[in-house]
């Protein structure tokens, strides 16, 4: 009977290296977790969002880039901040972090055990920002992967494309003699936008005061972005025609909206996409703009990655799922509590 066991115990799969808990991934092997989202001793964090990024823990472990981002938003913590590409030894595995080009820091967590290599991809996007660190492909076993946007419909302008557009909007609102309201997730989304348009307007962007923290962060990174001013400091008799304003989705119906008197406005979101969307958002346009992956990046990275086995979270994979099966990997749903800072009020 003991031999028999031991034969069984011989053939049977090795034990995953990362696991889901109530707290979030772990890993066992290393004794730490990855964007927790409950007080641990140890968390590696992919980035400074706030449904990756929480306070109470004993430890936080992130890409350089990202740490001012993370003391901004977190307070003073024990932050260990780790060069992208190098490699540290925990317990029995060696982690390293590598560039995932969601927003400036964005990481993605490499853990290697023995032969078998597991990679988080955190929230990722592979379209060229000069935000951010550029996405980096990385081979492995087992991916863990977002599926915010996994659905075939979803495939992205260019950012280019986009900001022209914003360009011509904004001309259109100084003809109707109203300002061009912008709504646009405060960290990394607002950053992006302010990029694409440097040069390119004939006033300073204004912005609501929730972006002024992260727009100095990135400009302190070294990235250029357009000038701005802060809307607090502009005197309330100004003539705001063809204004550009960045706002968080939060001031939208807000008295803080009152004062630009005429407004159009408009949303920064992949989920602009759909013009059912933005009917049920109430505004007048929509820009689809999106620090996420569409449909083809999120296959492409799979099927790159040489991955036998995927773990899809963070969105809808009623569509992924199958259609990975169907090219012959193993693929299942990861239920985490991750949201989406794209529909968020922050």
Known sequence: MLAASASASANAPPADVITLTDKGLYCAAGDFYIDAWKPVHRTFVTHGHSD???????????????EPILRWRLGEQNIHALPFGQ???????????????????????RVQHGDAVWVFTGDFK????????????????????EATFAYPVYAWPTMAHEVERIERWVAHCKEQGKAAVLYAYSLGKAQRVLAGLAGKLDAPVLLHGAMARGTDIY??????????EMVADVPTDTDFAGRMVLAPPSAQDSAWLRRFKQ??????SGWMLLRGNRRRR??????????????????????????????????????????????????ERLRTAYGDEEE???
Do not use: K
């Open 344 to 346: 968020a009020a922050e």
């Open 263 to 268: 407004v159009e406005q408009g949303f920064a």
């Open 52 to 66: 990756h990024a929480h306070i109470g823990m004993g430890e936080y472990y992130c890409s350089t880039t990202s």
């Open 87 to 109: 490699t540290i030894t925990m317990g029995e595995v060696q982690v390293s972090l590598h560039p995932a080009g969601h927003i400036l820091g964005s990481a993605q967590v």
């Open 126 to 145: 592979r379209e060229p920002d000069p935000t951010c660190e550029a996405f980096e492909l990385l081979r492995c076993d087992n991916l863990i992967c």
């Open 219 to 228: 400009r302190q990174a070294g990235i250029a972005l357009a000038a701005t």
């Open 282 to 331: 109430n505004m007048q346009r929509g820009f689809v703009i999106s620090d996420h992956a569409d449909w083809q990046e999120l296959v492409d990275t799979i099927t790159e990655s040489g991955a036998q086995r995927v773990l899809a979270t963070h969105g809808n994979t009623d569509a992924l799922i199958p259609y990975l099966q169907s090219l012959g990997i193993q693929a």
